[in-house]
């Protein structure tokens, strides 16, 4: 069973950066893809980012030019960039790997 831990959020101010961190262990990390999701509390949880094993990537029109997935399959992570947060970037972010796992889930709050 792979296991995720995500890490990295907080409360940051608007237009500010946090870079968020999911670690796998128990899998060959990269022969999958990875993705960051997102969920508010009475929506639907949201798919940010995904990173393909090729190196690929594939962002939501919310989050383009402002966030960036990145892995380091040789530390079996994956990063996410946000840069210029916004208060509706408010969130619980979740990252999960192609073969179902899913993280815990980290709190990312903007706000002044």
């Known amino acids: 069973q792979v296991q995720l831990v995500e890490s990295g959020g907080g409360l940051v101010q608007p237009g500010g950066s946090l870079r968020l961190s999911c670690a796998a262990s128990g899998t060959i990390f990269s022969i999958y893809a990875m993705d960051w999701h997102r969920q508010v509390p009475g929506k639907q949880r949201e798919l940010v980012a995904r990173s393909f094993s090729g190196g690929n990537t594939n962002y939501a029109d919310s989050v383009k030019g402002r966030f960036t997935i990145s892995r380091d399959n040789a530390k079996n992570t994956v990063y996410l960039q946000m840069n210029s947060l916004k208060a509706e970037d408010t969130a619980v972010y979740y990252c999960?790997?192609?073969?179902?796992?899913w993280g815990q889930g980290t709190q990312v709050t903007v706000s002044s």
């Open positions: 999960s790997g192609s073969d179902g796992s």
